[in-house]
């Protein structure tokens, strides 16, 4: 009974003064909301970086020539990044005992043109194992065969950018291009894609056969990539330790550092899971310090609340009121404070993610772990920051409460 009429008295004097009750709540709605958008933010973030590493294929091994670092958050080739050879990407495929398929690549930025119509975009020469590789799908046409690169066709396969860019809305197939000074027949258009994990168009892209590439468009004798698919995603660690031993023999490092970077799905899946966490954990961190901040409010307006109310402590105190009956009283009004800031602020955390993700089409997803968290986190505060004001009200003097002005 104590605790119901405790929680009646509480509510009494909270509704009586509703603005300041408002504003004591509102840092505890801005922190739980905070907490819920940010989490869904970046949720929504690492599940669209997941899905498109996932859609390249989990089975993927990359070879990269040279070493691979990250500078400014971006992946870069240093050192000599001429080591890998056509020569390689057959070794791979013929020794290797847990890749399925092998796929060589060297790309390079260049200006293509059609009648009046110009663009620059990237042109990759590779062979038709890249379609079964890569998962890439065709709209209209077909792909290079393995005929046309050894016998140095001038054949190209165009993304939808290009498509848009050089043709408009008129039928590329068939048609001559020009990459450089070298003019290329249209055979097929890709269908699209979007963009890749660091926001490159993966529609502007022109793809070429590999021996047409390095002898007729880029005259070189080295590839960027070798991009190898394991015939299983368990595989994938054995594939990659596998083609990493394959071509230090290959390369004759013996006791020197690899000339290439191998890289796993599962590895940069992992790397971005980590990434990605880290990121979320950091925005969840800076928003519960909005829900701290919201604490000292309740503290604040909990001690102004004691200060003001001094005379009605001292005359419940006189006609029997015990301390506990204070502490949860001052507790109750704390808590209810915290909870009450809490539901708004869950609510509304809710309408702006779900409203955000509709109108900006930002990758938001509503964490239901966060938002819990969120909710309890802003009673706990609640209880916390009403404790210190509730004993000193019970810890009054009921004499000196009664002299108070």
Same mark, same amino acid.
Not at 60 to 79: C, F, N
Not at 318 to 330: N, P, T
């Given at each position: 009974?104590?605790?119901?009429?405790?929680t009646?008295?509480?509510?009494?004097?909270?509704?009586?003064?509703?603005?300041?009750?408002?504003?004591?709540?509102?840092?505890?709605?801005?922190?739980?909301?905070?907490?819920?958008v940010?989490?869904?933010?970046?949720?929504?973030?690492?599940?669209?970086v997941?899905?498109?590493?996932?859609?390249?294929?989990?089975?993927?091994?990359?070879?990269?020539a040279?070493?691979?670092?990250?500078?400014?958050?971006?992946?870069?080739?240093?050192?000599?990044?001429?080591?890998?050879?056509?020569?390689?990407?057959?070794?791979?495929?013929?020794?290797?005992?847990?890749?399925?398929a092998?796929?060589?690549?060297?790309?390079k930025?260049?200006?293509?043109?059609?009648?009046?119509?110009?663009?620059?975009?990237?042109?990759?020469?590779?062979?038709?194992?890249?379609?079964?590789?890569?998962?890439?799908?065709?709209?209209?046409?077909?792909?290079?065969?393995?005929?046309?690169?050894?016998?140095?066709?001038?054949? %190209?396969?165009?993304g939808?950018? &290009?498509? =848009?860019?050089?043709? /408009?809305? @008129?039928?590329? $197939?068939? #048609?001559?291009? +020009?990459?450089?000074?070298?003019?290329f027949?249209?055979?097929?258009?890709?269908?699209e894609?979007?963009?890749?994990?660091?926001?490159?168009?993966?529609?502007?892209?022109?793809?070429?056969?590999?021996?047409?590439?390095?002898?007729?468009?880029?005259?070189?004798?080295?590839?960027?990539?070798?991009?190898?698919? %394991?015939?299983?995603?368990?595989? &994938?660690? =054995?594939?990659?330790? /596998?083609? @990493?031993?394959? $071509?230090? #023999?290959?390369? +004759?490092?013996?006791?020197?550092?690899?000339?290439?970077?191998?890289?796993?799905?599962?590895?940069?899946?992992?790397?971005?899971?980590?990434?990605?966490?880290?990121?979320?954990?950091?925005?969840?961190?800076?928003?519960?310090?909005?829900?701290?901040?919201?604490?000292?409010?309740?503290?604040?307006?909990?001690?102004?609340?004691?200060k003001?109310?001094?005379?009605?402590i001292?005359?419940?105190?006189?006609?029997?009121?015990?301390?506990?009956?204070?502490?949860?009283?001052?507790?109750?009004?704390?808590?209810?404070?915290?909870?009450?800031?809490?539901?708004?602020?869950t609510?509304?955390?809710?309408?702006?993610?779900?409203?955000?993700?509709?109108?900006?089409?930002?990758?938001?997803s509503?964490?239901?772990?966060?938002?819990?968290?969120?909710?309890?986190?802003?009673?706990?505060?609640?209880?916390?920051?009403?404790?210190?004001?509730a004993a000193?009200?019970?810890?009054?003097?009921?004499?000196?409460?009664?002299?108070?002005?």
């Amino acid at each position: 009974m104590k605790l119901i009429k405790g929680t009646r008295i509480a509510l009494k004097t909270l509704f009586s003064h509703k603005l300041r009750t408002a504003l004591a709540t509102l840092g505890i709605v801005v922190g739980v909301c905070s907490v819920i958008v940010m989490a869904a933010i970046g949720d929504g973030a690492q599940k669209q970086v997941l899905s498109k590493i996932q859609a390249m294929g989990t089975d993927l091994v990359i070879v990269t020539a040279g070493q691979v670092k990250i500078i400014a958050g971006r992946q870069r080739q240093t050192g000599n990044v001429s080591t890998l050879t056509l020569r390689d990407a057959a070794s791979i495929s013929e020794e290797s005992q847990h890749i399925k398929a092998v796929a060589p690549a060297q790309a390079k930025k260049m200006l293509v043109k059609y009648e009046a119509l110009s663009t620059t975009t990237y042109i990759t020469g590779t062979t038709d194992t890249v379609v079964q590789i890569r998962n890439i799908a065709l709209q209209n046409g077909r792909f290079f065969n393995n005929d046309e690169d050894r016998t140095l066709q001038r054949v %190209a396969v165009i993304g939808k950018t &290009v498509a =848009k860019n050089l043709f /408009e809305n @008129r039928n590329p $197939l068939g #048609e001559s291009i +020009r990459i450089g000074k070298v003019a290329f027949e249209v055979i097929g258009v890709l269908q699209e894609k979007g963009t890749d994990l660091v926001g490159n168009d993966q529609d502007d892209v022109i793809y070429i056969p590999v021996n047409t590439a390095l002898r007729r468009l880029f005259n070189l004798t080295y590839i960027n990539n070798i991009y190898a698919q %394991a015939k299983g995603s368990v595989y &994938v660690d =054995k594939a990659a330790s /596998e083609v @990493r031993d394959i $071509l230090r #023999e290959k390369h +004759r490092l013996r006791s020197k550092p690899d000339d290439f970077t191998v890289q796993s799905q599962t590895e940069i899946l992992k790397t971005e899971k980590e990434t990605s966490q880290t990121f979320t954990n950091l925005l969840s961190a800076v928003a519960g310090i909005s829900l701290l901040v919201g604490g000292v409010g309740i503290l604040a307006i909990m001690l102004i609340s004691i200060k003001e109310r001094t005379r009605e402590i001292g005359l419940r105190r006189a006609v029997g009121a015990m301390k506990r009956d204070l502490l949860l009283q001052f507790i109750v009004e704390s808590l209810t404070l915290s909870v009450s800031g809490g539901l708004v602020g869950t609510m509304l955390g809710i309408v702006l993610s779900l409203g955000a993700s509709h109108i900006t089409k930002w990758p938001m997803s509503l964490s239901v772990p966060a938002i819990i968290v969120a909710f309890l986190f802003s009673a706990i505060i609640g209880v916390i920051f009403g404790v210190y004001p509730a004993a000193k009200a019970a810890g009054l003097d009921p004499i000196e409460a009664l002299k108070a002005e």
